[in-house]
């Protein structure tokens, strides 16, 4: 049983290019999460998607989108990456989205803008 | 919203000694608190929650407690071992149709033998 696995574990990009991190579940969990973890922040949510054909921000949306492909996959896209969307990235999952559903975390993926 | 502050940021303890971890956060309407483990290069994993319509909860080693009216929630780990080692996030949730979690800074719990 995988859980939540996040395609690439490591990126280097440069200002202005473009990528998209690929996240895929296989629990048949309802919502999904895009979160961003930096040193001395925690985590912080971008995108979340309570169920299959919805998604909505987080409390840092900008700069990123995401679609809902179907209820097994979630991708987050930078369009046009930053130095400041240097980070580590991580996608999960939760059975339903109401509170207190736990949340599955992938191994995440380690971006680097330069 | 809702803001979660989390204390110490490390923590080293000696093996078999106990750990605390404590929370505030600001929403009084947040009634979900989970504490997640993440050890290095793994994404964070739950050991364990609590809602607000109970004080205290147990699983083995692991303990949390939760004062609504103090709004602090802390982790408590009995006799540590060097597989305690990580850092430990602790979270709250808003009420609403979504597990919005809002998370600590992490604490860097460190178990010397």
């Known amino acids: 049983n995988a859980g939540v696995t996040q395609t690439p574990k490591f990126q280097v990009l440069k200002t202005g290019q473009s990528m998209t991190l690929q996240c895929a579940q296989d629990?048949?969990?309802?919502?999904m999460y895009w979160y961003r973890q930096d040193p001395g922040m925690g985590l912080r949510l971008i995108y979340y998607s309570a169920s299959e054909g919805t998604t909505d921000k987080g409390e840092v949306p900008n700069g990123y989108n995401v679609s809902r492909l179907n209820k097994r996959e979630f991708s987050l896209r930078l369009e046009s990456a930053a130095p400041s969307q240097t980070s580590v990235y991580f996608c999960?999952?939760?059975?339903?989205?109401?509170?207190?559903?736990?949340?599955?975390f992938g191994n995440g993926t380690r971006l680097t803008v330069t | 919203g809702e803001n979660v502050e989390q204390h110490p940021s490390t923590l080293s303890v000696q093996e078999g000694d106990s750990a605390v971890i404590k929370c505030t956060y600001s929403?009084?309407?947040?009634?979900?608190f989970p504490w997640y483990k993440q050890e290095l290069g793994k994404g964070p994993q739950l050991i364990i929650d609590i809602r607000s319509n109970v004080g205290e909860k147990k699983d083995q080693r692991i303990a949390v407690t939760l004062n609504k009216t103090a709004k602090h929630f802390s982790l408590h780990i009995t006799e540590t071992q060097p597989e305690d080692s990580a850092v430990y996030f602790c979270a709250a949730a808003t009420t609403g149709t979504a597990s919005k979690l809002t998370f600590g800074t992490g604490t860097r719990l460190q178990v010397t033998l």
């Open positions: 629990m048949n969990h309802n919502s």
């Open positions: 929403d009084s309407a947040s009634n979900y």
């Open positions: 999960a999952s939760s059975e339903a989205g109401g509170v207190g559903s736990p949340l599955h």
